[in-house]
């Protein structure tokens, strides 16, 4: 699909959806939303962004490697953050006791580990779904093994 | 409604006779017939039990719920008491989640570069 409108507008459009993908991750423990709808958001910004121009444009953006890297990276985050309540003695993911300061609810700084946590999980979430998108649509077939 | 598992048995007996064991026939039809519209009522029966939509005395709005709404700001430190039941109280279901989008990441890209 080449058409000068759909890509013009898309262009401007991205960075506002990012930036909102963004915002829904980081806000998610003070108001509706979290790591799973941001990173939806996120991951449709370069959808939109693949689907305007072609999609060797939008893998070349977000290329396999770091896909797979912030893939992985946002499990082991998860685990990492959870590792945290243990290694303060305390259960696994624990957070008010295993002393993690809750702070002032109502502050973007507050309760704990749930920002780490829901950061973690939109990294996830939308590198999940970019992979997704490119690997079904066929985007990324020359970067791996040439069979 | 109170029925002993000896009917339940039963009935499930005669399912199994009428649909696996007896030759298509009339008789046969009617008796699925039959059948079906036995189905049908204990699941409307089953439904109409249900309690109705927002009720107070539902059986999920148990002490659980309530101590959410109570103390997940006090506990939790987050205004979002969805985040806080999601990110913190079960946070390690939330793990078994993002446990499922690796496996169907890691499934999709297995048996796509595959071939």
Redesign the interface.
Known sequence: MDDLVIRSVSRLVVPFIQLYGFYVIFY????????FAGGAIVASSMILYGLSFNLEAGSRKLGHDISSLM?SG??IW??MI?LIGILFGSN??A??FAGVS?????QLF?????FF??L??GV??AS?MI??FY??SGGEDNS??N? | MEASPLVGVGILLLIAYVFFYLPRSQIRNLLVIVILFMIGYALVVTVAEMPVFGSANAPAYNHVAERYIEGA?A??????V???I???YR??D??GE??V??V??AA??AS??A?
Do not use: C, Q, Y
């Open positions: 998610g423990h003070l108001s509706p939303g979290g790591g893939e946002g499990a998860f685990l959870g696994f993911l957070n008010r809750l702070g002032t609810p109502g507050s309760g704990g580990i749930i946590l829901s973690g999980i996830k979430v999940t992979t997704l690997s079904l791996g093994t069979s | 700001v506990e939790t430190g987050a205004i979002n969805i985040a806080a999601i990110m913190d946070a390690f939330t793990l993002a446990t989008l690796f169907a990441i999709a890209i796509l570069k071939h």
